[in-house]
Nanobody, 124 residues
Framework: VQLQASGGGLVQSGGSLRLSCAAS????????MGWYRQAPGKQRELVAV????????????NYADSVKGRFTISRDFAKNTVYLQMNSLKPEDIAVYYC??????????????WGQGTLVTVSS
């Protein structure tokens, strides 16, 4: 399984960017897929994650408090792709953004995958 991320770049404060991450390979089920980020000198942190529902639960999305109301995660099931729409970007959003997914290629277990990072820079 591979995760291919794209969409980073330079934007002015208040601007928008959309990140994409496509999963490919032997995929039975994507259990969760989302984005983390790592700013210079800081630990990697969760930004947003989409978790697939089960027979007894619904799909869920979770966001870091710092991005709630500004970022939106969405998923295209047919394309095994997740998007992160980032609006009202701030300088504190500057980081390398990493796509992450928990994917099952069989009914019994899952593995954790990381995509390559994509840099988001916000100019003030």
């Amino acid at each position: 399984v591979q995760l291919q991320a794209s969409g980073g770049g330079l934007v002015q404060s208040g601007g928008s960017l959309r990140l994409s991450c496509a999963a490919s390979g032997s995929i039975l089920r994507i259990n969760a897929m989302g984005w983390y980020r790592q700013a210079p000198g800081k630990q990697r942190e969760l930004v947003a994650v989409f978790t697939s529902g089960t027979m007894i639960s619904s799909d869920t999305t979770n966001y870091a408090d710092s991005v709630k109301g500004r970022f939106t995660i969405s998923r295209d099931f047919a394309k095994n792709t997740v998007y992160l729409q980032m609006n009202s970007l701030k300088p504190e959003d500057i980081a390398v953004y990493y796509c992450n997914a928990q994917i099952s290629d069989n009914p019994w277990d899952e593995r954790n995958y990381w995509g390559q990072g994509t840099l988001v820079t916000v100019s003030s």
